[in-house]
């Protein structure tokens, strides 16, 4: 059994790691025995866990997380790093009740080598420890709590998407440099992400010399009509309001918002969510205008994202999303790690993630990993009317941040 | 007292637009439950087809052909869902609460998949049609003109429905199939067919409701959930079987849903359920319930 894997890997040195070939075949029939039999079964093969939703209020999310991934899989003939790879999908649902079985079911019974995915922070969180136990390689598509590379930091989980600060950090820092008249009302939703981004654009904004008109917190889930809370902006006498909305919520604010009046007399900002993707189709001309801040946008000026705005529109007929460059960049890096990695083991792997450096060629634009997360640029954007479909121009690039 | 009427008027008139559609969605439910006895877990599920009756056929584009085509279209939907429920249903009269629940709440669960595979999981916007698409001022405040329009439908409905109910024979033999089954069947009267009646014109409402939310609430999966849940506090609140009971029990809602968030906006989770527990302390029959009604 360990003749043909010595080979494989042999032959794969010769296409990319000349020099390393020797040193990478020792280390995989070293290291193989131990990692516990997944590597070895293929030798030139690798078990990738997807984790996406497929049920429940990120379905959609879960679409483009999936399409994202094929594409990088397509545009490189299925391989990562050399190795032919064999993606396992399952549903990660709502919530930590379904996403973390999904993980350990892919862990324990598909016996991947390593797992992509999850969208929310609740799932990601509780799946920390077993992905510590199994040490394989998690790179997160998604969630964005900081709690995941922060507190709850282990060495086995990676983040390709955003933390729910940076944003609305940038954002903060741009409005305290505008300074609107009367302040900014902030709105988000009473869960973790929308309390994050309140903290953050505080952080920023107050600590600018802003100062906050009013704030509220809307029941998660529950709110299909704003009109209570968005009552109390046009009293408080702020001159922008800033929120963090995704999403069904995202589609009714925007629109709440404009059929309020407030659309034209208070300027709506907002995290980059708030107008990314199919709510944008829905929110129709209520969202024109509206500035918001995130890693991404498809109107990113290079040619990364030329070829992949290109590549996505054909093969699915919608513009991509922020959601589908984050599995692509789960790809992309870890297509550059396999390569480096002297095994598919957990340790392996995250110290060739650990030492990848900046990472050319995303669609977003240049990133590294900074404390297993994204240290990214936030662009701002503007809802304008592209040839015909709503787009988030670029206006500026709002700088660079990390966790 | 001006300054604050003056402040909060916006989301007392919301209030008022919330409660019509409320009514007009509970109406039904409560006049199945308290004359039937039939507890329909399926009412929310017609709701949601009205919503993508509505998508369906506005297409996203505001129209007036669109939008009343859509609602007759959901209206015959409706009626048909309604003897449909009301035929399934039948069998399972006498057997309790609970496989009716099972069984409606088994038809929505269907429903509501068989709309995502057909729909997709987006969110979906059903806009107004012309003339009510747009901000109307009042007393110097924006307000969407669809949502005063919404008022009006709602004011409408609940008179005739009230007419007929209160006012015609028709409305007589309701009221008595309410009251006491066993004397109107005695009476030689079939009251399967005043059942079935009531059952489809009460399910062609929760239809009508969706389209005339659409441009309020958009269509979306998980709709049907939410409403069916607003509309089991509306018709506790207002007691069964009572139309009188579910329009107060409405406007009660849409009050506490606008205003009261408005007022108390760190409670805005707990006030729906809060006044639902505070009647059930002082009436636990509901505002306007029938002490012979199904309990």
């Given amino acids: 059994m360990a003749q043909p894997v010595l080979s494989r890997r042999a032959a794969l040195g010769m296409v990319g790691l000349a020099g390393l070939a020797t040193a990478a075949g020792c280390g995989n029939s070293v290291g193989g025995g131990p990692s516990g039999g997944s590597g070895s079964s293929g030798g030139g093969a690798v078990k990738v866990g997807l984790v996406i939703p497929q049920d429940g209020v990120y379905t959609p999310l879960g679409v483009d997380l999936r399409n994202g991934w094929q594409l990088y899989l397509d545009q490189h003939e299925g391989k990562l790093g050399g190795y032919e790879v064999e993606t396992v999908i399952a549903d990660e649902g709502e919530g930590p009740d379904t996403g973390v079985p999904a993980i350990q079911g892919l862990i324990t019974r598909d016996n991947v080598d390593l797992l992509v995915g999850i969208v929310n922070s609740a799932s990601a969180l509780g799946s920390v420890e077993a992905i510590a136990a199994a040490k394989k390689v998690l790179v997160i598509a998604n969630a964005g709590a900081i709690a995941v590379t922060g507190q709850a930091r282990n060495p086995y989980v990676w983040r390709a998407s955003f933390t729910n600060a940076q944003a609305a950090f940038a954002m903060g820092e741009h409005l305290a440099g505008q300074q609107p008249e009367g302040g900014v009302y902030l709105m988000a939703p009473d869960y973790a992400a929308g309390q994050e981004t309140f903290v953050a654009f505080k952080e920023a904004y107050v600590g600018g010399g802003g100062t906050i008109a009013g704030e509220a917190l809307t029941p998660f889930g529950t709110t299909q009509d704003f009109q209570p809370f968005l009552s109390g902006i046009p009293g408080s006498g702020a001159g922008a309001t800033f929120v963090f909305y995704s999403g069904g919520e995202a589609v009714d604010y925007v629109t709440q918002y404009a059929e309020f009046g407030l659309k034209d007399t208070v300027p709506l900002y907002g995290s980059g969510f708030l107008t990314e993707g199919s709510v944008l189709e829905a929110q129709g001309e209520a969202a024109l205008g509206i500035q918001t801040a995130l890693h991404y946008s498809t109107e990113i000026d290079n040619a990364a994202n030329a070829d992949f705005v290109a590549a996505y529109s054909d093969a699915h007929g919608v513009l991509p999303t922020c959601f589908a460059v984050q599995t692509w960049d789960s790809a992309l890096v870890l297509d550059l790690a396999l390569a480096e990695a002297a095994d598919l083991s957990g340790d392996a792997i995250s110290d060739a993630l650990a030492g990848l450096g900046e990472i050319s060629g995303s669609p977003r634009g240049p990133w590294v990993f900074d404390g297993q997360t994204p240290k990214q640029i936030e662009y701002l954007r503007e809802v304008q009317q592209g040839d015909g479909v709503l787009i988030n121009a670029v206006v500026d690039e709002l700088g660079e941040y990390a966790q | ?295």
């Fill in chain 2, 1 to 295: 007292m001006t300054g604050w009427l003056a402040e909060n008027f916006v989301s007392i008139l919301n209030g008022f637009a919330i409660g019509s559609l409320l009514f007009i969605l509970a109406v039904g439910l409560s006049l199945v439950f308290g004359m039937l006895d039939v507890l329909n877990l399926g009412h929310g599920a017609l709701y949601l087809i009205g919503a993508y009756v509505g998508y369906q056929f506005t297409g996203g584009v505001s129209s007036w052909t669109g939008f009343l085509t859509a609602l007759a279209v959901a209206a015959l939907f409706g009626l048909l869902a309604g003897l449909i429920l009301s035929v399934a249903t039948r069998p399972l009269v006498g057997r309790g609460h609970l496989d009716q629940a099972l069984l409606t709440l088994g038809v929505a669960l269907v429903v509501a998949e068989v709309i995502s595979i057909m729909f997709g999981d987006d969110v979906q916007n059903v806009p107004a049609p012309p003339g009510l698409d747009d901000s109307v001022q009042v007393l110097g405040n924006a307000y969407p003109a669809y949502r005063l329009a919404l008022i009006g439908v709602g004011a409408v409905l609940a008179i005739v429905v009230w007419l007929v109910i209160e006012k015609t024979s028709l409305g007589a033999l309701i009221r008595a199939s309410v009251s006491d089954r066993e004397m109107v069947s005695c009476l030689g009267v079939d009251d399967r067919k005043v059942k079935a009646g009531v059952f489809a014109f009460g399910s062609m409402l929760a239809a009508v409701a969706g389209v005339l939310g659409g441009p309020v609430y958009g269509a979306r999966t998980g709709l049907d959930e939410t409403v069916l849940l607003l509309a089991l506090v509306v018709v506790v609140i207002g007691g069964l079987g009572s139309v009188r009971g579910a329009l107060i029990g409405a406007l009660v809602i849409g009050q506490v849903e606008s205003l009261g968030r408005a007022l108390l906006p760190d409670f805005a989770s707990f006030l729906l359920f809060g006044a639902l527990a505070l009647v059930l302390v002082v009436a636990p029959r509901g505002l306007f319930g029938s002490k012979v009604g199904a309990a």
